[in-house]
């Protein structure tokens, strides 16, 4: 029978919390009197999170399947593998380090019953540093008044997807994206719901300070063409203050002989100048990257190792190992 609900959990170098996941995921899931399925990406981990993630396909083949990258690509590209493998029509993403329980699927479980089509998780008490939470709540206010989509926890991976919204998002062949934007962008209904949040069972977070900014970065410019419109718009407004500044210079010079430029600084104003041109150069080559990454056309991942059960034949398997 094939399963109602996928949860898509993604891991890099998670071998120290993985035990306590398993611990608490498969009672969570079987409470909720659903079949299911269990997907794990392993995103090129370098500890033991494959062997272990091995081990428990063998300990529970029924409602397990593991994809190994060969490389790390990154979270999102994770999801999009695990999206792209989905046999349920509800789709549940989830981290692997327990910040967000498993034991709160069934929340968002019934805002799909009542009709949403994308759940998003916005976490409770958030067991974070502050620094995290206020450059947290700063970027949701700035992206969603330049992309106006609403998320009001970006942060928070705990979401729900109906298998058309799935569908849509793994068949975009965008080489960057940040998921839960683009699955808002194909919602019908969206909806969020508060969720428990704790802190890491173990390990450490893989965001650092860069790499969050580097994500708000590539969600803003990967949504919307407002960062080069609004730099369009200051070019405009510098260029139109330095023509009027000029002309007075030009006025005032005819009538007394010196003009107000020999009360600037002009070595200030001119590094602001070049900052400014730095800044919009370096704007115009995000998107010019972008679309550089784009039309390479290259895979979004490479496979090592493939573990599940043949659906179509009943009473086979196939299977790859994992060295």
């Given at each position: ?5 996928s ?19 498969y ?8 079949p299911?399925?269990i ?57 692997a ?77 965008e ?69 009027l500044?000029?002309?007075a ?46 039309v ?28």
């Amino acid at each position: 029978m094939d399963p109602v609900l996928s949860v898509v959990i993604p891991v890099y170098n998670e071998d120290a919390g993985l035990g306590a996941l398993f611990a608490r995921l498969y009672p969570a899931l079987d409470a909720l009197a659903v079949p299911y399925e269990i997907i794990f990406v392993d995103d090129g981990s370098r500890d033991r999170s494959a062997a272990l993630l091995k081990d428990q396909y063998l300990a529970r083949p029924d409602v397990t399947r593991v994809v190994v990258f060969t490389v790390n690509r990154g979270q999102h590209t994770a999801i999009i593998a695990g999206f792209e493998r989905v046999r349920g029509q509800r789709v549940v993403t989830l981290d692997a380090d327990l910040q967000n329980p498993p034991e709160e699927i069934g929340r968002l479980l019934a805002a799909m019953d009542a009709g949403h089509d994308y759940v998003g998780g916005v976490r409770r008490s958030r067991e974070d540093v502050w620094w995290r939470r206020v450059a947290s709540r700063a970027m949701n206010r700035l992206r969603e008044r330049i992309t106006h989509i609403r998320m009001t926890d970006q942060g928070c991976m705990l979401r729900a997807y109906s298998r058309a919204i799935v569908d849509a998002v793994a068949a975009s062949r965008e080489v960057s994206t940040y998921i839960p934007a683009l699955a808002y962008t194909y919602a019908h209904a969206p909806t969020e719901v508060e969720v428990a949040h704790a802190e890491r069972a173990a390990g450490e977070s893989k965001y650092s300070l860069y790499k969050l900014i580097r994500l708000n970065f590539d969600l803003v410019t990967g949504f919307s063409l407002v960062p080069l419109q609004l730099f369009s718009l200051f070019g405009m407004f510098v260029a139109a203050a330095s023509s009027l500044l000029y002309a007075a210079v030009v006025v005032q010079r005819l009538f007394t002989g010196h003009g107000w430029a020999a009360l600037w600084d002009r070595d200030i104003l001119e590094f602001f100048l070049i900052g400014v041109v730095l800044f919009g150069v370096g704007l115009v080559g995000e998107y010019v990257g972008r679309i550089y990454m784009q039309v390479r056309n290259r895979p979004r991942y490479t496979l090592q190792a493939l573990l599940e059960r043949d659906p179509a034949p009943a009473g086979t398997r196939a299977e790859s190992e994992v060295p």
